[in-house]
């Protein structure tokens, strides 16, 4: 927790010790570059960093790693995602130092959703490492200046590393542990998947804590709003490892049609509220696809309450 | 379930037999010399899979790791973990992939527990697959061969050998 890897935005706003915001960002099906850029107007006016994910959900858009380049070069603080499921270890090392290269340091490593999860069931899965592997390998090329084979780089890449995490789902005693193992192989910082079920996230932290983990790396809790029951039960059931507790789903079914929006984005300012309070806990990650404006009027909400606790 | 695939919910009798397994084989390492390991690994590739198939539904990836994972095989799991269970695991700890499945690392965290011997090893992080031990005798690679193709750089940083001591 020393070393500054990189200098970057937001890992100095991470060990400045503030309340860090990312967002999730999604590249968009489209070879114009102002589509990306547009992908992240609105959520960019808010985020210390903006992750832009790799083939989310097993969906094909534009390249992580072009999509970050282009955000990069408008002034955006980045984080490169990158999934195993795409490619070989020849290929993610190649990837590792052209993103070096590019001036993109923070890097998410993620085993990624698998190949059925999304348009292109068909495809190869590949999966020659898992992300604590990838982890690892990264940190062995940044450090040691060398590919997994013992060749030598010529010159070493800079990474700020960071890994997923997931409190919500089975095996609840194992997670915890999970993420030691990832500190070991050199993540220094962890983005969760959504949080609903804020008891959940309360005992893993407890854990967490208990194995002083939280002083190794930074730990940023993923919200996002729900825009009715539907989208809950969708999340739920169809996208892999999201827990919805039925009490949220309840709620959201109560409200009336014209209240939901409204709802949803309540839902979440409570959650962030409580998530603050946990010890820990070094921010929140935004995920909030195709309702950016909602996750804008989200953090709107959430600093205002920032400014009255000063008050 | 088949009667051999039940013995996966008793670990700890498993990890036994895999350290005597392990005994029998250092044992017999005279034999195995004489006879050259490419024939060795030649000679036991079947046995090994029909034996570790109808326990473990071994898929010969050739550098087993049943000890680190709970004696649960990590090469049931659709995306070949090996070092802990993905994201996506389903509410009531099913996979991802296949919805009828119990998540392979679910079962590979219980059973860790049960165990006495290598229950801790779940802990200790694994080197990526090599590919090339696909279909070879793991007893033989593990045994003799070591882990001399395990990454060289991943060698030098953890000084972890993949034996079993």
Redesign the interface.
């Known amino acids: 927790m020393i070393t500054n890897r990189t200098n970057g935005r937001f890992e100095n706003a991470l060990r400045s010790g503030k309340f860090v915001v990312t967002a999730e960002i999604s590249p968009p099906d489209s070879a114009d570059p102002h589509d990306v850029l547009k992908a992240a107007q609105v959520l960019g006016r808010y985020a210390d960093a903006l992750n832009v994910t790799d083939g989310s959900g097993a969906n094909c858009h534009i390249s992580s790693v072009a999509a970050c380049t282009i955000l990069s070069n408008a002034g955006y603080e980045v984080i490169f995602q990158m999934s ?2 795409d490619r070989n ?1 020849i290929a993610m090392q190649a990837e590792l130092l052209g993103a070096s290269a590019l001036g993109l340091h923070n890097v998410l490593c993620l ?4 190949v ?2 999304g348009d292109h069931p068909q495809a190869k ?1 590949v ?7 990838l982890l ?2 990264a940190r ?1 090329m940044r450090d ?1 200046g ?5 060749r030598k780089l010529s010159a070493k890449p800079r990474f700020f590393l960071g890994g ?3 409190p919500f ?3 609840f ?2 997670r915890p ?2 993420l ?2 990832k500190i ?2 050199g993540a220094e910082f962890f983005q969760s ?1 959504y949080c609903f079920d804020v008891e959940r996230l309360k005992s893993h932290m407890q854990k967490v804590r208990d194995l002083g983990l939280h002083e190794k790396a930074f730990i940023l809790i993923g919200v996002g709003p729900l825009r009715s029951e539907k989208t809950a039960e969708f999340m ?1 059931t169809k996208v ?2 999201v ?1 919805v507790p039925d009490a949220i789903v309840e709620r959201m079914r109560k409200t009336p049609v014209q209240g939901k929006r409204a709802e949803g984005i309540k839902i979440c300012v409570e959650i962030i509220r409580q998530v603050r309070e946990i010890q820990g806990v070094a921010g929140i990650h935004m995920m909030a696809y195709k309702q950016e404006e909602a996750g804008a009027e989200i953090l709107d909400e959430v600093d205002l309450n920032i400014k009255e606790m000063m008050r | 379930m088949t009667l051999l695939n039940r013995l996966r919910d008793y670990p700890h009798i498993l990890e036994v037999a895999y350290q005597f397994t392990e005994k029998v084989f250092q044992l017999l390492n005279p034999i195995f010399q004489r006879l050259g390991y490419e024939w060795a690994d030649k000679l036991l590739r079947l046995p090994e899979k029909i034996g570790k198939g109808a326990v473990f539904n071994c898929q010969m990836c050739g550098q087993c790791a049943l000890h680190f994972t709970g004696m649960t095989c990590p090469m049931g799991c ?14 009531n ?1 099913f996979c ?2 296949d919805a009828t499945k119990k ?1 392979v ?2 079962e590979a ?2 059973r860790s527990k049960k165990m006495r011997v290598y229950g801790a090893d779940i ?1 200790v ?5 090599n ?1 090339q031990n696909m279909g070879r005798s793991a007893f033989i690679n593990i045994a003799f061969l070591k882990n001399s193709e395990m ?4 060698q ?2 953890t000084g972890l050998r993949h034996d079993h001591k």
Request: proline share 9%; hydrophobic share 30%; charged share 25%.
């Open positions: 195993c499921r270890r085993t990624g959703d698998d059925t999860a899965r999966f020659d490492f898992d992300s604590t592997q690892q390998t062995i040691d060398m590919f997994l084979s013992g997923a995490d997931n789902v089975e095996p005693e194992f542990l999970r030691a193992k070991q192989a998947q739920r892999p490892g827990y | 659709p995306k070949n973990l090996r070092n802990g269970p993905c994201g996506g695991v389903r509410l700890g991802e992939v998540c690392w679910v965290f219980e802990y992080l694994l080197p990526p697959l590919q990454p060289e750089a991943w030098m940083e």
